[in-house]
């Protein structure tokens, strides 16, 4: 089910918004397959994770922009003690905000700080999707 078409009901026993309500347009943008950052309308600066007031000028004017969701690996650690092993990053976007998130379809060998990557929308269990990221090719 599309989150565009959850009923009220749904949202709010929705373990993603229920907590964090702030992330509902986040949430509802990536069952779409958009990838959208909040940026403050007061002082224009863009920020991670979403909240209901800018952490840099504190305006409640916060605007949902969409992203072309490419960045670079600002930091990055690989669990290979998982099965499988995962890489998880720190993705410093080219809006400026640094996301955590995991780095998917490709060669650990290969990552590396300032690598470009893009972002990947990708369906997980429960109908979310979530934003991971790939290297650019």
Known sequence: MATEKLSRQAWEEDPYVTP???MRPFWAAAAGGRFLLPKCGDCGKYHWH????????????IQWIESPGRGTIFSYSIARTWSPPHAIAFVKTLEGPVILTQIVDCDFAALRIDLPVRVKLAPVEGGRSLPFFTPER
């Open 50 to 61: 979403p909240r209901a007031l800018c952490p840099f000028c504190r305006s409640d004017k």
């Open 20 to 22: 964090w309500p702030e």
